[in-house]
Nanobody, 115 residues
């Protein structure tokens, strides 16, 4: 059974930091690129950051460049998103996605940044 379980969300003040984690199981983690998406109320889901299956390549949305860092640990089958200098507009539900032979999504974790 494929599972992507996000954790680490919560309430943080403007300028603060959070670290999200996504624990993967039920598929060959090392064969899948991993991504973080987010969806704010009333808005479409958008890509935040992506890391290749080997971890060698990363891509970021312009609105998080220099503030967020994506990483993966193949020994633990986890992908993380370190979020620094958080802004109110970063408030959203953050989703983990695995993309390879198939596409899998986690259930999401809420991040709320208070101004």
């Amino acid at each position: 059974q494929v599972q992507l379980v996000e954790s680490g969300g919560g309430l943080v003040q403007y300028g603060g930091s959070l670290r999200l984690s996504c624990a993967a199981s039920g598929f060959t983690f090392s064969s899948y690129a991993m991504s973080w998406y987010r969806q704010a109320p009333g808005k479409e889901r958008e890509l935040v950051a992506r890391i290749s299956s080997t971890g060698e390549r990363t891509n970021y949305a312009d609105f998080v460049k220099g503030r967020f860092t994506i990483s993966r640990d193949s020994a633990k089958n986890t992908v993380s998103l370190q979020m620094n200098s958080l802004k109110a507009e970063d408030t959203a539900v953050y989703y983990c996605r695995a993309l390879g032979g198939y596409s899998y999504w986690g259930q999401g974790t809420q991040v709320t940044v208070s101004s």
